[in-house]
């Protein structure tokens, strides 16, 4: 599968025009969006990132375009929340970022285990 990350709201029409078969909103990145009506527009599947532990998950994981929710595995409270939601229609990404380096496998594997 392919995803575009949607890197500004008013660029929806080209994200869903483009060849990709996901389409990725950062709810970082739109802090004045309304995130529901964003989804709304998009004629594809959504992947909703979510890097901070204030995002109200229940606001979300109903929306019926949003197909896959990216959560940062810091944010353990939000996982905790999806898994007590129960979804069979949206799939969890639990995700890592190191921009400064790609870390060793058994670094990646003892995150996964905390």
């Known amino acids: 599968m392919i995803a575009v990350t949607l890197d ?3 660029h929806y029409k080209l994200a869903n025009d483009s060849g990709a078969d996901l ?3 950062r709810t970082d990145l739109y802090p004045n969006v309304n ?3 964003l989804i ?3 004629s594809k599947p959504v992947i909703l990132t979510i890097k901070s532990p204030q995002t109200i998950l229940l606001d979300y ?3 019926p ?3 896959y ?3 940062d595995y810091r944010l353990k409270s939000l ?3 999806f898994h007590t939601m129960r979804s069979k229609r949206v799939q969890l990404i639990i995700s890592f970022h190191d921009y400064k380096e790609t870390p060793a496998w058994s670094d990646l594997e003892d995150r996964l285990t905390q």
């Open 8 to 10: 500004n709201p008013r």
């Open 61 to 63: 994981i109903d929306l």
């Open 79 to 81: 996982i905790k929340d």
């Open 35 to 37: 995130i529901p009506n």
């Open 69 to 71: 929710v990216d959560i």
């Open 23 to 25: 389409i990725e909103i």
């Open 65 to 67: 375009n949003v197909k």
């Open 40 to 42: 709304a527009k998009c």
